[in-house]
Each structure stands twice: as structure tokens, then as C-alpha cells.
């Protein structure tokens, strides 16, 4: 009932940046939180970081600073900037957004994730 769909991924060298960005759409009523996830080969999924309905971001470990969310709630989407990108950022990207589906309850959907590549 909720489907999101991830792009911006892509290869790239150490100290560029990417945007990516994760857009909602279906049979929904509203939408909570947005959250972006990352997950490197051989490791578990991590937070990068969130954003409440009403604006407020929350970023995890050394990633605030560089990264940036945000997001647009008439397109319901979900953005996320990466400046200075380093080799340590690669992994596939995923997009959370907790959500209430018509005739349904809040709940998590997931993105099919975004591969980042980041060259030395």
C-alpha cells in the first residue's frame, strides 16, 4: 500500500557529494517520521539519520556535520545531501519512512536501497 522508491546512488570520489532521495506513494494517510539507513558488506544496518513531521533532525555518530536531511512533505520525499564523502560511507542506502496505509496503522516501510560508492 506504501511504496518508496530510492535514487541519487552512484560512484564517486572521496570529497564529493551526493544527494539521495526517497519518495513515498500509495493508498496512505499521513506520514510520520523519515529516516535514512545505511548498510556496508558483512555489516549490520545502521541509522544515519531522521527527521520528524514537524522538521526535527536527529543524526548518528560522526555523520552530522556532513550530512543533511530533509524533507518535502507535499512530494513526500525524503532527502538526503552528503558532502565530503568518504571511502568509509560506502554502503547501500536505505530509506525509512514510518507511515499509516489507508484502513491501516502506523507502520515502517522500507526503501529497496540505493547503492554509494565512495572512491580514495
Known amino acids: 500500500q506504501v511504496q518508496l522508491v530510492e535514487s541519487g546512488g552512484g560512484l564517486v570520489q572521496a570529497g564529493e557529494s551526493l544527494t539521495l532521495s526517497c519518495a513515498a506513494s500509495?493508498?496512505?494517510?499521513?506520514?510520520?517520521?523519515m529516516a535514512w539507513y545505511r548498510q556496508a558488506p558483512g555489516k549490520q544496518r545502521e541509522l544515519v539519520a531522521s527527521i520528524t513531521s514537524g522538521g526535527n533532525t536527529d543524526y548518528a555518530g560522526s555523520d552530522k556535520g556532513r550530512f543533511t536531511i530533509s524533507r518535502d512533505n507535499a512530494k513526500n520525499t525524503v532527502y538526503l545531501q552528503m558532502n565530503s564523502l568518504k571511502p568509509e560511507d560506502t554502503a547501500v542506502y536505505y530509506c525509512?519512512?514510518?507511515?499509516?496505509?489507508?484502513?491501516?496503522?502506523?507502520?515502517?516501510?522500507w526503501g529497496q536501497g540505493t547503492q554509494v560508492t565512495v572512491s580514495s
Open positions: 500509495g493508498r496512505f494517510f499521513s506520514i510520520n517520521y
Open positions: 525509512k519512512v514510518n507511515a499509516r496505509a489507508t484502513w491501516d496503522t502506523f507502520r515502517d516501510y
